[in-house]
């Protein structure tokens, strides 16, 4: 079975956005065991994407794509699907309906232009918007398919991975590709290098070469730890699980407490975890991460039973006035040490985390930007952890951000 | 004159990078005044590469390949470029030389694999490189072109800069086209939805159709607001710049306070300089985001200036506790006026900016997920808005902290 990514949109080839769904549908069709050769980008061009349609059409089973759903007149892909099926278009009242609620329920009329979004190839399916208004669909051509997807990263992503894929998947099964399943599993890290992390895990990956059980990857993309990718090849899911399962147990045994998490497991999860395990509150104060780590801990669903709340005190005078911090100096272990302790003073809680640091670009009372202090305070003990960090500013706020994150992590599982 | 770019690489088909060079190459063509109208990924697979090149070379004058010339066995673009040149390869030993040379002034010797980067097709151009070891191909196939350069973005980049842009125009004066530049802008919006926009813009579309001074579209990228892209296509880059500086005026006089900011310009950018302008200081005081706010205001580079801290008020204790919010419900227009007021009293600045309301999955108190308060102190004057927000619990805490920083945004410049 082989599906190609087609993405629509001129913004795409003036550069004015990257690519990241070509990458993204890219990584889901390689996790599902199905070859993808091609991704392709043409403008909001009716003869083009139709002709860029036919070629992936002529090379591979499936063609996934992605963009020109929108209500707007340059958004055609709607139209160009319907020339390649050789059919008309026709209007589902449904999902006009189903758009004007939408509209209705932000108090505003739907504009009539909106109603394009109801137009579907005859003779395809609709894959049901959750998260916007353009539908999906699945347009059969022949014995092959041309999927239609929004080209909004998160309406592409949830319609991806609850219709087209599995779609994908039964129809290779009807092809008579042996029913196999690939499953994988990341485990999330932090603290260490890919090449430090590669180095203890070496002697695992040469033990599974060619054993036909699972394979591993590193995966160093974005900032949030380097990842290491665990596939597994089976039958079906159940063996495919076991092999993971047996694997995770193996490199968790290797790389110990750098390992916090599994998949989209973030590090603000763990923590709560930890702490409602504990019946323990947290309160955070801020500095150079300005409500970073406050609003990372509020993601998690269910934060209301551990996160109270959190200062955060840009201007050294907050510092002073708000958490007694000592006059003096503030990027150190001593004023970490004070915020954190009194945050949890301020808003009464078990625990408190603090961060203060040189974000950049420029150095702050000779200190250099990257050095970034963690304070802790769990029921009145204090102690701090120092960290330099490497780039930009953004960089050294996020990478402080998790830092200060993991400080807690660790300290609540050991 | 049309040129494409192939990028060449498995990990692109993967999705373990994205494909951030095609995006870069597509945005310098468009300044170049140059059509492209096609980017394609294939893998490192000779047949391929040939194919996709030759389909380039059916639609346009010339294809921009990056990827495929480092040392190692899947790098193959010099091969099937040479297939598609329908020529041979010539080891160019002044090119095994300067790396052989570049070793060793890392003390290194060079591994015989690096060798085969020193092979050309016959009758190409080399293009010298200047950062790392491969070396750039420029390669004639009739009358229309190749252009091969590494996948490393910054070689990539500054060899496209260097040899391949100033080629590529010399190309196009010598077709006899008349030199041209096309330029475009931004403007960002928030508030509206697309729909609403266009037809707000619709007659301006209508007026500029057909009338080669610039062109709309729009951009539904992101949560970052609406985007409206002004594109202009003229002899020189003055004459480019004069019709969109003409085309936004017209815009920001149909769109009013809609436009917020222009191309990179983030909404906390404008809030920052109106803040500053003024001499004016703000705290801030989040309940469902969480410290969003602040962390967005502490990204403006020296937002030390006019951002002094905030609080995270979480728990409703803490609203009532720290910020004087009289007890009662705390989803409420009084309840986030009454934060921002607090916030700027207990911090001492002159703006107190506050949002309170229920992010989700679940309703709380009685009320829907969504539901939104900004409050807003100015010098101990408070007001506030109240908005309905779609989407998942991240979605609407994203929605959340632009429309309050929107709400300070409004407020500033009226």
Redesign the interface.
């Known amino acids: 079975m082989r599906a190609e990514v087609l993405a629509v949109g ?11 769904n ?7 069709l ?1 996790i599902a065991g199905i070859d ?10 009716h003869r ?1 994407m139709v002709a ?1 349609m036919r ?1 992936s059409l002529a090379r591979s089973e499936a063609v996934i794509v992605s963009g020109g759903l ?5 958004d055609i892909t709607r139209e160009a699907i319907a020339e390649v099926m050789n059919v008309g278009l026709v209007r589902d009242e449904s999902i006009v309906e189903r758009i004007r609620t ?2 209705a ?4 009329d739907m ?1 009539e ?2 109603a394009r979004q109801a137009d579907v190839p005859e003779g395809s399916a609709v894959i049901e918007q959750k ?1 916007g208004t353009a539908p999906g669909l699945i347009c059969p051509v022949g014995n092959k398919v041309i999927y239609a997807v929004p ?4 309406e592409m992503e949830e319609m991806v991975t609850r219709a087209v894929l599995p779609d994908l998947q039964r129809r290779a099964t009807e092809m008579g590709e042996e029913a196999s399943t690939i499953r994988s599993r990341v485990l999330r890290t932090w603290g260490m290098s890919e090449s430090a992390l590669a180095e203890m895990v070496a002697p695992r990956v040469d033990a599974l070469e060619g054993s036909g059980g699972a394979t591993l990857a590193f ?1 160093a ?1 974005g900032i949030e730890g380097i990842k290491v990718r665990i596939t597994a090849k089976a039958a079906d899911e159940e063996s495919a699980i076991s092999i993971l399962d047996a694997e995770e147990q193996e490199l968790r045994r290797l790389l110990g407490p750098a390992v916090f998490g599994v998949d989209e497991q973030g590090i603000e999860d763990v923590v709560g975890r930890l702490l409602s395990d504990r019946g323990w509150t947290v309160a ?1 104060a ?1 500095s ?8 990372r ?3 998690v ?1 269910g ?2 039973a551990w ?9 050294s ?2 510092k002073h006035d ?1 958490l007694d911090v000592r006059p003096g100096p503030v990027v150190c272990a001593e004023a970490a040490e004070a915020m954190a302790a009194g945050v949890s003073k ?3 809680t078990n625990v408190g985390l603090a961060t203060t640091g040189v974000a950049g ?1 420029d150095s702050q009372d000779g200190v250099e930007p990257g050095t970034v202090f963690v304070g802790l305070c769990i029921d009145g003990a204090t102690d701090s952890a120092q960290l330099q960090l490497p780039g930009d ?2 960089r050294v ?1 996020s990478l402080g951000t998790i830092s200060a994150l993991d400080v807690l992590r660790r300290r609540l599982q050991s």
């Not at 929108?70 to 340059?74: F, H, I, K, S, Y």
């Not at 996160?307 to 201007?315: E, P, S």
Request: with cysteine.
């Open positions: 001129t913004e795409l080839l003036l550069g004015q956005i990257t690519n990241s070509a990458a993204w549908i890219g990584e889901q390689a993808c050769h091609h991704h392709t980008v043409v403008g909001d061009n083009r860029a070629a929108g209500p707007t007149q340059d939408m509209f329920s932000r108090g505003r504009p232009s909106n998260l080209g909004v990263p998160y995966l993309s955070v801020e150079f991460t300005g409500g970073m780590v406050a609003s801990l509020v993601d669903p934060s209301s996160f109270r709340g959190g200062v955060v005190a840009y201007d005078e907050v708000l301020l808003i009464g670009p500013r953004a706020r």
